[in-house]
């Protein structure tokens, strides 16, 4: 069963970085069948894919074009785990941030962390 | 990007009730379109995956159909706690993108 524990914390000030940890268990950040996620959710956006990392004999990632200039999206092989790092936020940035699994061969997010609201306020 | 919109926005039907929800996307996504339902405090749970194939665990009661532009999820008979918003998702290319979201409410 794999599990996805999320971690960091809920309150962030303007113009400064989120940085939240996704560690995995049951699954291996290495897998070649996977993509390593984060999806935040908010009223005014509904759900957003921010970007993934993704091993296929070498590191990929890619991001959402939007916030392309701000985010960064590592794995961490030795604790296997990924982190998201959003750079200079603002208010807009609220939100309840997911990590999770997809996987290669159906496309489907099957596993989910439980979400971290993130508040940006100073 | 793939925009899919999704309708209604919200609705409310009783218990018993044949519930439908469809997605329509900006270009074709051939068959990569997946189902989720969200609860409040609860991570998001995955209903159906490439259009039609039920994610282990669901309850038979929910189906998906469609191809190309447009596709439906339905709820046979709804449950006390199908209460949720329910999001389309498309995986045909990146970045993967969602529906504004349906949100249900029961009667």
């Known amino acids: 069963q794999v599990q996805l524990k999320q971690s960091g914390p809920g309150l962030v000030k303007p113009s400064q970085t989120l940085s939240l940890t996704c560690a995995i268990s049951?699954?291996?950040?290495?897998?070649?069948?996977?993509?390593w996620t984060w999806i935040r959710q908010s009223p005014s956006r509904g759900l957003e894919w921010l970007g993934r990392t993704y091993y296929r004999t070498t590191w990929y990632d890619d991001y959402a074009a939007s916030l392309r200039s701000r985010i960064t999206i590592n794995p961490d092989t030795s604790k296997n785990q990924f982190s998201l790092q959003l750079n200079s936020v603002t208010p807009e940035d609220t939100a309840v941030y997911y990590c999770?699994?997809?996987?290669?061969?159906?496309?489907?997010?099957?596993?989910w962390g439980l979400g971290t609201l993130v508040t940006v306020s100073s | 990007d793939i925009q899919l919109t999704q309708s209604p926005s919200s609705l409310s039907a009783s218990v018993g009730d044949r519930v439908t929800v469809t997605c329509r996307a900006s270009q074709t996504i051939t068959k990569y379109l997946s189902w989720y339902q969200l609860k409040p405090g609860k991570a998001p749970k995955l209903l159906i995956y490439t259009v039609s194939n039920l994610q282990s665990g669901v309850p038979s009661r929910f189906s998906g159909s469609g191809s190309g532009t447009d596709f439906t999820l339905t709820i046979s008979s709804l449950q006390p706690e199908d209460s949720a918003t329910y999001y389309c998702q498309q995986s045909f290319s990146a970045p993967r993108t969602f529906g504004q979201g349906t949100k249900l409410e029961i009667k």
């Open positions: 999770a699994r997809e996987l290669t061969a159906t496309t489907k997010f099957d596993y």
């Open positions: 049951g699954d291996s950040i290495s897998s070649n069948t996977a993509a």
